[in-house]
């Protein structure tokens, strides 16, 4: 891929946080970005609008990931508006912390449900519908490494999306679209904050060399770079962009 004038990128849950930085880099690198949300269509609206108002071209389009059929819906809304999709970023994902003997089937339901079968859902309709010479980024989290407690269900997940990174990678050969991880480190987005005393977010961001939180646009910035052609010799890896925390 040598350019990503004319190229066209999904970016799941990019209506706030992560995927919405994501979605801003994306544009600015020069891609039609759709902005997938699940929820409230404000957030993704307006991201779509300034994305627009600095001369970038974005869709917005709903669809929960984990229903396999919204999914399919979603791809056929890119292809109908732009005629193909070249860049699938799977960023949706929902964290739910508790210790194993304390998670209940409902906690584990929905995050496999979402993280693991909502990737499982897009990744099989890229498999089939990305041009060829695109691009996948799947999500993953650092935590996999570090394996933290009450993290157990969320890292699991993760750690599936890991595997089938690697593996549909060696699927895709002989059309030149490669297939990757982010896994990121504590970063400021609602998500990660969300329930965390200020004592716990200041050790948390001590934990790493450089000292700091990560922003949403740190990992934007390594999306960017699987995505584009500096990334063309990466394939089947998981970068941990988390400020050498592991």
Same mark, same amino acid.
């Given at each position: 891929? *040598? *350019? /990503?004038? +004319?190229?066209?990128?999904?970016?799941?849950?990019?209506?706030?946080?992560?995927?919405?930085?994501?979605?801003?880099?994306?544009?600015?690198? $020069?891609?039609?970005?759709?902005?997938? %949300?699940?929820?409230?269509?404000?957030?993704?609206?307006? #991201?779509?609008?300034?994305? @627009?108002?600095?001369? $970038?071209?974005?869709?917005?389009?709903?669809?929960?990931?984990?229903?396999?059929?919204?999914?399919?819906?979603? &791809?056929? =809304? =890119? @292809?109908?508006?732009?005629? $193909?999709?070249?860049? #699938?970023?799977?960023?949706?994902?929902?964290?739910?912390?508790?210790?194993?003997?304390?998670?209940?089937?409902?906690?584990?339901?929905?995050?496999?449900?979402?993280?693991?079968?909502?990737? &499982?859902?897009?990744?099989?309709?890229?498999?089939?519908?990305?041009?060829? $010479?695109?691009?996948?980024?799947?999500? /993953?989290?650092?935590?996999?490494?570090?394996?933290?407690? +009450? %993290?157990?269900? %969320?890292?699991?997940?993760? =750690?599936?999306?890991?595997?089938?990174?690697?593996?549909?990678?060696? @699927?895709?050969?002989?059309?030149?679209?490669?297939?990757?991880?982010?896994?990121?480190? !504590?970063?400021? *987005?609602?998500?990660?904050?969300?329930?965390?005393?200020?004592?716990?977010?200041?050790?948390?961001?001590?934990?790493? !060399?450089? @000292?700091?939180?990560?922003? !949403?646009?740190?990992?934007?910035?390594?999306?960017?770079? #699987?995505?584009?052609?500096?990334?063309?010799?990466?394939?089947?890896?998981? #970068?941990?962009? +988390?400020?050498?925390?592991?």
């Amino acid at each position: 891929m *040598t *350019t /990503s004038e +004319n190229k066209v990128a999904i970016v799941t849950g990019a209506s706030r946080g992560i995927g919405a930085a994501i979605a801003a880099r994306l544009a600015t690198d $020069g891609f039609t970005v759709v902005i997938n %949300y699940s929820g409230n269509a404000a957030p993704a609206e307006e #991201l779509a609008r300034e994305i @627009e108002q600095k001369g $970038g071209k974005a869709l917005t389009a709903k669809a929960d990931v984990s229903d396999a059929e919204a999914v399919r819906r979603m &791809f056929d =809304a =890119a @292809e109908a508006a732009f005629g $193909g999709v070249d860049v #699938l970023v799977n960023n949706a994902g929902i964290m739910m912390l508790s210790s194993i003997a304390d998670a209940d089937d409902a906690n584990f339901d929905r995050q496999i449900a979402v993280n693991l079968k909502g990737t &499982f859902n897009t990744l099989r309709e890229a498999g089939k519908r990305l041009r060829d $010479g695109g691009r996948i980024v799947n999500f /993953s989290t650092s935590v996999v490494g570090l394996k933290l407690e +009450n %993290y157990g269900v %969320y890292a699991a997940t993760k =750690a599936a999306v890991e595997t089938m990174t690697a593996i549909m990678a060696k @699927e895709m050969r002989g059309r030149e679209i490669t297939v990757n991880a982010v896994a990121p480190g !504590p970063t400021a *987005t609602d998500l990660f904050l969300n329930g965390k005393s200020e004592e716990l977010v200041a050790r948390m961001a001590k934990m790493n !060399p450089l @000292e700091r939180l990560g922003t !949403p646009d740190d990992i934007a910035a390594a999306v960017s770079f #699987l995505a584009g052609s500096d990334g063309a010799w990466i394939n089947g890896q998981t #970068l941990r962009a +988390n400020g050498g925390m592991i």
